[in-house]
């Protein structure tokens, strides 16, 4: 799906996106869309047996997480509206979704101020944990009549370019309360780790 302000890969199957992509710069997190226009819809580009709806998440105990967030897409009400289609949310414990998530969004933005563009690749992930018969198991919640898969983890893969320099980092963080603050580094991953997690590829700008 291609919609001013981003795009994203959708998996039917999980009724979550695979990815979302974006580019951000200074100019573009200007003016002063105001989010409270604005409410959270169906997808219509997508097939209604493989969509979410608002009624998933109703007394679900997760916040409907942004994947582009709407603190990103001020510079307009259709970029801000945009954000809204339930194929950008994904099921979000709320204690990540409102601190520790959101610490990492206000980096990538702050990012703008020091580099020309910032391309932002974003999405959910489902990790094998070890079981206690020591054997390998990927398990994950469902919620609400069209069984919508909570993620175990999220991922953001940002590239930050300036002139011929490219900074690249990455981060998987696990879908729930992260205690004490601690340092974003502690998150910090490979590119390569994120691109085989998510089972993408992406290509270096």
Do not use: C
Request: proline content about 7%; hydrophobic content about 35%.
């Amino acid at each position: 799906l291609v919609r001013e302000g981003y795009e994203l890969g959708y998996d039917g199957r999980l009724r979550n996106a695979s990815w979302v992509y974006e580019e951000l710069t200074a100019a573009s997190l200007e003016n002063n869309a105001d989010r409270t226009h604005f409410d959270f819809v169906e997808e219509p580009a997508i097939p209604p047996h493989l969509r979410s709806t608002k009624a998933d998440y109703q007394g679900s105990g997760y916040d409907r997480g942004h994947l582009r967030p709407a603190a990103n897409a001020k510079s307009s009400d259709l970029a801000m509206q945009n954000t809204f289609y339930l194929s950008n949310i994904s099921p979000q414990h709320p204690q990540l979704n409102r601190k520790y998530w959101l610490k990492l969004e206000k980096y990538v933005r702050d990012l703008t101020r020091s580099y020309d563009i910032v391309y932002v690749l974003t999405g959910p992930l489902f990790l094998p944990t070890i079981s206690s018969n020591g054997k390998r198991y990927v398990r994950y919640e469902v919620i609400g009549p069209n069984d919508v898969a909570v993620p175990t983890h999220f991922f953001k893969l940002l590239q930050a370019k300036k002139g011929s320099s490219l900074r690249t980092e990455a981060y998987i963080i696990p879908n729930e309360p992260i205690a004490n603050d601690p340092p974003l580094q502690q998150f910090s991953v490979t590119s390569d780790k994120v691109a085989k997690a998510a089972g993408i590829t992406f290509r270096r700008h």
